[in-house]
């Protein structure tokens, strides 16, 4: 077993059921991910079965299975964004990063996850990078936003 997850396992000394959706979060902030090793771990640590760990973390939008980018966009498609415009911004976002929902580029780079509402309806549309919230997205702002997120990556390359 990986220390990272031991440390976090460690946190919940009683082993209850409750406490897998916590688990799953420390988990997916450490790793940045919920891996099949780290949910067969977890399965055995609280006697869950691996099929229940995936039928709770599925449920949610915020729990991942795989990697994501270095630049891991989330697209609010909830009823206010979707009515500002969030399919069209989707279509461009896909035919730029050359990506579907929920898929991570081959370098790494970036990563696109649809969700269903993050919350700002008022900002609406909305993408939200590594935690940082774009509001009242155009197509030409997001653009604008793609371009500078390549030209800073290879900037930290070249330099």
């Given at each position: 077993?990986?220390?990272?997850?031991?440390?976090?396992?460690?946190?919940?000394?009683?082993?209850?059921?409750?406490?897998?959706?916590?688990?799953?979060?420390?988990?997916?902030?450490?790793?940045?991910?919920?891996?099949?090793?780290?949910?067969?771990?977890?399965?055995?640590y609280?006697?869950?079965?691996?099929?229940?760990?995936?039928?709770?973390?599925?449920?949610?939008?915020?729990?991942?299975?795989?990697?994501?980018?270095?630049y891991?966009?989330?697209l609010?498609?909830?009823t206010?964004?979707?009515?500002?415009?969030?399919?069209?911004?989707?279509?461009?976002?896909?035919?730029?990063?050359?990506?579907?929902?929920?898929?991570?580029?081959?370098?790494?780079?970036?990563?696109?996850?649809?969700?269903?509402?993050?919350?700002?309806?008022?900002?609406?549309?909305?993408?939200?990078?590594?935690e940082?919230?774009?509001?009242?997205?155009?197509?030409?702002?997001?653009?604008?936003?793609?371009r500078?997120?390549?030209?800073?990556?290879?900037?930290?390359?070249?330099?």
């Amino acid at each position: 077993m990986q220390p990272a997850l031991t440390t976090i396992l460690n946190r919940f000394p009683n082993r209850l059921r409750e406490d897998l959706i916590p688990l799953l979060q420390q988990i997916q902030d450490e790793f940045g991910y919920l891996s099949e090793e780290t949910i067969r771990e977890l399965g055995g640590y609280l006697d869950i079965s691996v099929n229940k760990i995936y039928g709770v973390a599925t449920f949610y939008d915020n729990f991942r299975f795989g990697p994501v980018g270095r630049y891991h966009i989330r697209l609010c498609h909830g009823t206010a964004c979707h009515v500002a415009g969030a399919s069209t911004i989707l279509q461009e976002l896909e035919r730029l990063l050359k990506l579907g929902n929920g898929e991570t580029d081959k370098d790494g780079l970036f990563s696109l996850e649809v969700v269903s509402c993050i919350g700002a309806c008022g900002l609406a549309p909305l993408i939200e990078i590594n935690e940082e919230y774009h509001t009242q997205i155009t197509l030409e702002k997001m653009k604008e936003i793609i371009r500078d997120l390549r030209n800073n990556d290879q900037a930290i390359y070249e330099g």
